[in-house]
C-alpha cells in the first residue's frame, strides 16, 4: 500500500513537468510582450530591450523553460510583472481561500446530494424519486452568478445576516459555498443514484435482509457502502474543478481566490503569474485525485488487494 | 455494528399472535407475481406444502419453476417491486409472515427462519469482513457484547470448517466453496428452527458438495432444525430428504414422502426427471430428458402447464387446469390422466 502511494507520488512529477512545459510553450506564442506588461506603454525601446536582457527573456525557450524550472525548486517562481510581487507568494495568499471555498461547496453538494441520491434510488421511479431529481437540478438551473446575486440581496442586503464580499471568516464563507455547492448538485445527485440503483440489486442485501437487518441499516450499511466509489470520484473531480477556482463566485462575492486572479492576469499577461499558477495548480489537482485513489483502498478491499499487489 | 434494540424480544409481542402448531412451516394457496409494466411473470400459483418439525422437505424443479420465488415468500422477502404475494396464508412456527409488521420481521427473520441462498459468488458483501457478516446476525439477534459476538463467530466458522482466524478476511479471499460454508454460518448463527437452503452446492464441484451436505446434515441433526432443501439433483433429494414437492410453472405437481415420489412415481413430469437421469449401470443406453421447454411463466397455456410435453397428454390436459389426486394421506399429484382409474404412469427407471 505504501509502495503504491509512493509511486503513485512519484507519478505527480512527469505529470507536472508535462502541464509546466505545455504552458510555458503556449505563453510563448502570445502575441504579447511582457516588457510592456511591466514597464507601461510609455517606455523607450531601450528600457524594453534592458528589461528583456536582464530578465532572460531573450534566450531561447528551453533555457528558459529550464532555468524557470530550477527556481520552482527552490520556491523561486518569477516575480509578478504587474506588481512586482513574488509569485509564490501571491499564490499562497490566495490559494487558501480558493482551498476554503472549495471544501465548503463540496461540503454543500455533499450534504445535499447523497442523501437525495440514495433516496432517489431506493424510491425509483416514484414521485419521490421525481422530486429528488428535480431538487437536485434547481443548483444547476439557476446560473452560479443569479443565485449568488439573490442571495446577497435576500440575506446581505434585506436581513443584514451575512458579509456580501470578501473572505472574512466563516460567516462570509456560507453565501459562496452555498452558490458554488449547489451548482454541482445536479451531478453528484445522479451518479449517487445510479451507483445506488446497482446497487439496491445485489444478491448480499438479500442475505443482510434474511438475517433480520432492517431497511435503513440495509441501505447505509451495506448498500452505501459499495455504492461509494463513483460518488468519491465524483466528488474528487468536482474538487479538482473548483481548486482551478470558481471563478464567477468568485467574482460576483469579491471572494480572493486564484480563479479570479487568474483570469485577471491572463487579460494583463501577467505570464510569470499564469505559469506559475497553472502549474501550482496541476500539483494540487494530482493531489486531489491521489488521495481520491488511496481513498478506494479504504472503501473497497478487493482495490487494497490489487494495490498490494502492484 | 450496533445492536437494534427494536428487536429486542420485548416490544414484538410475538408470543401472543403465535398459533399452536407442530408444523415449521405451512403454506395453503400461495400466489406470487412479478409484475412489471410489459408482463406479468406468474411465478408461484396457488401451492401449498406443510413441513413438520425436525423433518427436511426436498423442493425439485427445473430453472424458472419459482422455488426460490417460494422460498423467499415465506420470509416475506418477495423483492417489491417487481415481486407481489398476490394471496396465500404463510406460517412459519404458527406465525403469520403475512400479518407480522416490519419490525417483527426483522425479529423472526434470521432468528427462527434463515436462508442459504444459491449462489455463493454473490450473496456476501464484498466490503464486510465474513466476521462482521456472521456476527451482524449474532448482534441483531441476541443480547451479547461485540467480544462475545466475535467469539461466537469464530465458533461458527469452526463448526462450518473454516480457519476461525480468518473472521477478518473479505469474501474474494475465499474460494467459492468457502463462501458457502459462510452462508451457511450466517444461516446457522442463531440457531434457527426452520432453515431453507437455496441448492446449496450446485455451484461447487462434486466433492465439495458431499462435504457441505454432510456438513449440513450434521448441523441439523445437532439443532433439530427443520429444513426445506431446493435441489435440481434427485441424488441429493434421496440422501437428504423425508418428503418431496416437485414444482413445475409455479405448481406442485407431486408432493409426498420421499419414499411415495421415488418409489410410487405419479406425476408424468417427476417420471420424466427419474427417465432422463444417466444411467451408470448402462452407458450405452441413450438420455432420455424430456422433449421442450417449459412455457414461460409470463406466458402460461390455461390448461396444464406440462401437457405440451407429456406423452399422455389429452385434449382435456389442454383445456383445463389439471386435478389434484391423492394417492395416501401424504401422496398428491396434479394431473386430470388419474380420472381413469386404470391410469399408469410407465416409469423404466
Ligand atoms: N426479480 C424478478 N423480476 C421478474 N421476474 C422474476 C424475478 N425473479 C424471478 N423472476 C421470474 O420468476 C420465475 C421464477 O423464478 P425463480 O427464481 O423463483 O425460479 P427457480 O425455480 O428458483 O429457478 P432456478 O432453479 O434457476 O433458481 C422465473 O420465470 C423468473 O424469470
Ligand atoms: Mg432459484
Known amino acids: ?310 | 455494528m450496533k445492536l437494534n434494540g427494536k428487536n429486542g424480544k420485548s416490544d414484538t409481542n410475538l408470543e401472543q399472535i403465535r398459533e399452536k402448531t407442530d408444523l415449521a412451516v405451512s403454506v395453503e394457496n400461495l400466489v406470487v407475481h412479478y409484475e412489471t409494466s410489459s408482463e406479468t411473470v406468474e411465478a408461484v400459483n396457488s401451492i401449498s406444502f406443510s413441513l413438520k418439525k425436525k423433518r427436511t422437505l426436498g423442493l425439485v424443479g427445473e430453472t424458472g419453476a419459482g422455488k426460490t420465488t417460494a422460498m423467499l415468500a415465506l420470509m416475506n422477502m418477495v423483492p417489491n417491486p417487481p415481486g407481489r404475494i398476490i394471496e396465500g396464508e404463510i406460517r412459519v412456527n404458527g406465525l403469520d409472515m403475512r400479518k407480522l409488521t416490519p419490525a417483527q420481521l426483522q425479529h423472526v427473520r434470521g432468528s427462527e427462519i434463515a436462508m442459504i441462498f444459491q449462489d455463493p459468488m454473490t450473496s456476501l458483501n464484498p466490503v464486510l469482513t465474513i466476521g462482521e457478516q456472521i456476527g451482524e446476525s449474532i448482534l441483531l439477534h441476541r443480547n451479547i457484547s461485540k467480544a462475545e459476538a466475535l467469539k461466537e463467530t469464530q465458533k461458527l466458522l469452526e463448526r462450518v470448517g473454516i480457519d476461525p482466524e480468518r473472521y477478518g478476511e473479505y469474501p474474494h479471499q475465499f474460494s467459492g466453496g468457502m463462501r458457502q460454508r459462510v452462508g451457511i454460518a450466517i444461516a446457522l448463527a442463531c440457531n434457527p428452527s426452520v432453515l431453507i437452503a437455496d441448492e446449496p452446492t450446485s455451484a461447487l464441484d462434486v466433492t465439495i458438495q458431499a462435504q457441505i451436505l454432510q456438513m449440513m446434515r450434521k448441523l441439523k441433526e445437532e439443532n433439530d432444525t427443520s429444513m426445506i432443501l431446493i435441489t435440481h439433483d434427485l441424488g441429493v433429494v434421496a440422501e437428504m430428504c423425508d418428503d418431496v414437492a416437485v414444482m413445475y410453472a409455479g405448481h406442485i405437481v407431486e408432493y409426498g414422502t420421499l419414499e411415495e415420489v421415488f418409489n410410487k412415481t405419479k406425476h408424468p413430469y417427476t417420471e420424466g426427471l427419474f427417465n432422463s437421469l444417466p444411467n451408470i449401470n448402462n452407458r450405452v443406453e441413450k438420455l432420455q430428458p424430456i422433449q421442450g421447454l417449459m412455457p414461460d411463466p409470463a406466458n402460461l397455456p390455461k390448461g396444464c402447464a406440462f401437457a405440451e410435453r407429456c406423452p399422455y397428454a389429452s385434449e382435456a390436459c389442454r383445456e383445463n387446469p389439471p386435478e389434484t389426486h391423492s394417492f395416501s394421506d401424504t401422496h398428491l399429484a396434479a394431473c386430470t390422466a388419474y380420472q381413469d382409474p386404470d391410469f399408469r404412469i410407465g416409469r423404466n427407471k
Not at chain 1, 517606455?43 to 528558459?64: I, K, S, W
Not at chain 1, 471544501?103 to 424510491?123: C, F, H, M, N, W
Not at chain 1, 435503513?216 to 477556482?245: C, D, E, W, Y
Not at chain 1, 502549474?279 to 494495490?307: C, E, G, N, T
Request: with cysteine.
Open chain 1, 1 to 310: 500500500m505504501l509502495k503504491y502511494v509512493i509511486k503513485r507520488i512519484l507519478m505527480i512529477i512527469p505529470v507536472v513537468l508535462a502541464v509546466s512545459f505545455i504552458v510555458f510553450f503556449i505563453m510563448d506564442f502570445v502575441p504579447s510582450d511582457p516588457a510592456v506588461t511591466a514597464l507601461g506603454d510609455g517606455a523607450t525601446e531601450e528600457q524594453l530591450e534592458y528589461y528583456r536582457e536582464t530578465h532572460g527573456l531573450n534566450d531561447p525557450l528551453v533555457v528558459r523553460y529550464v532555468r524557470y524550472m530550477g527556481g520552482i525548486l527552490h520556491g523561486d517562481m518569477g516575480t509578478s510583472y504587474a506588481n512586482n510581487q513574488q509569485v509564490w507568494d501571491l499564490f499562497f495568499a490566495k490559494f487558501p481561500n480558493t482551498l476554503r471555498l472549495a471544501v465548503a461547496s463540496v461540503v454543500v453538494t455533499v450534504v445535499l446530494s447523497i442523501p437525495l441520491g440514495v433516496i432517489a434510488a431506493v424510491k425509483e421511479n416514484t414521485w419521490v424519486d421525481t422530486v429528488c431529481s428535480t431538487l437536485s437540478f434547481i443548483g444547476l438551473a439557476m446560473p452560479n452568478f443569479w443565485l449568488g446575486l439573490l442571495l446577497i440581496m435576500l440575506f446581505a442586503v434585506n436581513l443584514g445576516l451575512l458579509p456580501s464580499t470578501g473572505a472574512d471568516g466563516f460567516a462570509s464563507l456560507i453565501l459562496p459555498a452555498i452558490t458554488c455547492g449547489t451548482g454541482n448538485m445536479a451531478a453528484l445527485t445522479r451518479i449517487t443514484r445510479s451507483s445506488m440503483l446497482d446497487v439496491l440489486k445485489q444478491d448480499y442485501l438479500r442475505t443482510a435482509r434474511a438475517k433480520g437487518q432492517s431497511e435503513s441499516k440495509i441501505i447505509t450499511h451495506h448498500a452505501f457502502k459499495n455504492a461509494q466509489i463513483p460518488v468519491v470520484t465524483q466528488i474528487g473531480i468536482q474538487m479538482s474543478t473548483l481548486i482551478g477556482g470558481a471563478v464567477l463566485t468568485e467574482r460576483v462575492f469579491a471572494w480572493p481566490g486564484v480563479g479570479a486572479f487568474l483570469v485577471d492576469s491572463i487579460q494583463k499577461s501577467d505570464f510569470e503569474v499564469v505559469t506559475g499558477f497553472v502549474i501550482m495548480l496541476a500539483i494540487f489537482v494530482s493531489i486531489v485525485l491521489l488521495i481520491v485513489d488511496v481513498l478506494y483502498a479504504f472503501m473497497d478491499p478487493r482495490i487494497k488487494a490489487q494495490y498490494a499487489r502492484s
